[in-house]
């Protein structure tokens, strides 16, 4: 009996706290909160990631670009390949304006926080299209952008080193958003921005063109679609060849190792075993991490889904190595899989006066997916301890205490984790993290002065393989000028540690 009148209460007070946010509170407070939230958490884990060294090859690759153009020179970055420029990477022409930053900050800085948010601003038009286009109510909107916030994706996307195009997620989205509400001077500029992150991803802009026109907009949907195509194709099929392929060597850095057009031919050519590729188990994985936070919601929309499948097919059967793997195909899916998501809710749920109404059942299985692919699978879980990040070990001092060292232009070869912190010099170059370190490669080019290894980048090695490689070094000419390897980091240079800091100039 004492039982009725809590529960009239508590679903009294329910119905007027969401007919407050229905009345607009919630649509001013609750996205910003949110964006506010996880642009924090993002550039939080992003910075400590950086401070502990557990960045990689492509992050310093694209801070070395970024520190080049800032200098006004050629972005031909050492860390991407002999003589490549950056534009040859995908065409990602968003870096020149993140220059201008970097002639004032730290270009690896600039990055990471750029790169943190631009995800973390995705929640906007996220919310926009929710709620104006889906026609979501408050709780079914919130629901969603708390699941793109616990995304592992989104969180991959931020932590895992620097790829221009994660800066594309909210371009993406907020195409979608504009381009319903037929507002065309904002969708065309999202399509700019998305397509000045990575060429290639002019293909889903330009599927996207199906989609408007299926909205009776048939004249801006050709256009779209002939937009989109002439930019990848143009760039990817025609300039590329033209301005000769990026000399990136094999299994080194996280980037395409064939051509959009060698990746189609071999798909058309030789279907059974491209088949086999796009079904592996690493993709498929990648397809269910990807859809299972929003409980495979993307699926009973596949309209909106459609765009991206052909990409995301060459993605998915191409060779990508290393994490660049899953920023290239991770950044398209997560967008178009969030836009079919809101468009999922409002087809389970029952139109109203003005909003659709969801099963309360429906939004906490959204939740309770959400919150446990976090919790397994993100790289910011707690079970990965994110919070001991930016604490530096013994390693990372030694690291540091080695490259202070050496002077800013010191030709050097060092392991990955170390890269970023010398990324602000005109040569710069990695180690093999596939295989233990040799004294032939780590002495080329000739100009090279200076060799920094970091054990945990590399495969174990035994203590003879260690006085292998010094003796092999010795030959090469260079001596062990910085011995802490103990704490897993020796510096080798040629000439000693004097004609190292002062023989970046001859080089360059």
Aim: aromatic share 8%; charged share 15%; with cysteine.
């Amino acid at each position: 009996m004492s039982e009725l009148p809590i529960r009239r209460r508590f679903n009294r007070l329910t119905v007027r706290t969401q007919a407050r946010l229905e009345a607009g509170v919630g649509d001013r407070w609750i996205p910003t909160l949110v964006t506010i939230g996880l642009a924090v958490a993002l550039v939080a884990a992003s910075l400590a990631r950086l401070r502990s060294l557990g960045t990689g090859i492509d992050l310093a690759g694209y801070s070395q670009a970024l520190w080049l153009i800032s200098e006004g020179k050629m972005p031909k970055a050492s860390l991407f390949g002999s003589d490549v420029h950056l534009l040859e990477l995908h065409w990602a022409f968003i870096m020149y304006p993140l220059a201008l930053l970097a002639r004032f900050f730290a270009p690896a800085r600039v990055l990471v926080i750029t790169q943190a948010l631009a995800l973390a601003s995705a929640v906007v038009p996220l919310w926009r299209l929710a709620r104006n286009v889906a026609n979501l109510r408050v709780g079914a909107a919130t629901c969603l952008i708390i699941a793109y916030a616990l995304h592992p994706a989104t969180h991959t996307l931020a932590v895992e080193d620097f790829h221009p195009e994660s800066l594309a997620v909210p371009a993406l989205i907020g195409m979608a958003y504009f381009g319903a509400l037929k507002r065309w001077v904002p969708y065309w500029l999202c399509i700019a921005l998305a397509l000045a992150c990575r060429a290639d991803l002019g293909l889903v802009v330009a599927l996207w063109g199906f989609v408007v026109i299926g909205h009776r907009e048939r004249t801006v949907g050709v256009w779209t679609l002939g937009v989109g195509l002439v930019w990848t194709l143009g760039l990817l099929l025609v300039v590329q060849p033209i301005v000769g392929e990026a000399n990136v060597p094999s299994g080194l850095y996280t980037y395409d190792s064939a051509s959009l057009g060698e990746v189609v031919i071999r798909f058309l050519t030789h279907p059974l075993s491209s088949g086999g590729e796009l079904a592996s188990r690493e993709n498929v994985a990648l397809v269910v991490g990807l859809l299972t936070p929003v409980i495979f919601l993307p699926l009973l929309s596949l309209r909106y889904l459609a765009p991206a499948v052909p990409l995301a097919v060459l993605y998915l059967q191409a060779d990508l190595p290393g994490t660049g793997a899953f920023a290239g195909r991770g950044s398209m899916l997560l967008a178009v899989v969030m836009i079919a998501a809101a468009y999922a809710l409002n087809r389970l749920g029952t139109m109203g006066v003005d909003r659709v109404f969801l099963d309360g059942r429906i939004l906490t299985t959204v939740l309770a997916a959400a919150a446990l692919s976090f919790v397994a699978s993100s790289p910011v879980s707690p079970y990965e301890r994110p919070w001991q990040w930016s604490h530096r070990d013994a390693t990372d001092a030694a690291v540091l205490a080695a490259v202070g060292q050496l002077g800013p232009d010191t030709p050097v070869r060092a392991s990955p984790s170390a890269l970023a912190q010398m990324a602000e010099r005109p040569w710069l170059f990695a180690l093999d993290p596939t295989q233990q370190p040799s004294a032939a490669q780590a002495s080329f080019p000739d100009f090279t002065r200076a060799v920094l290894v970091v054990d945990r980048d590399q495969p174990p090695r035994t203590a003879e393989d260690r006085e292998e490689f010094d003796k092999a070094m010795a030959t090469q000419g260079f001596a062990l000028t910085f011995d802490a390897r103990a704490d897993g980091v020796a510096l080798y240079s040629r000439g000693g540690p004097e004609a190292a800091a002062a023989s970046g100039g001859a080089a360059s």
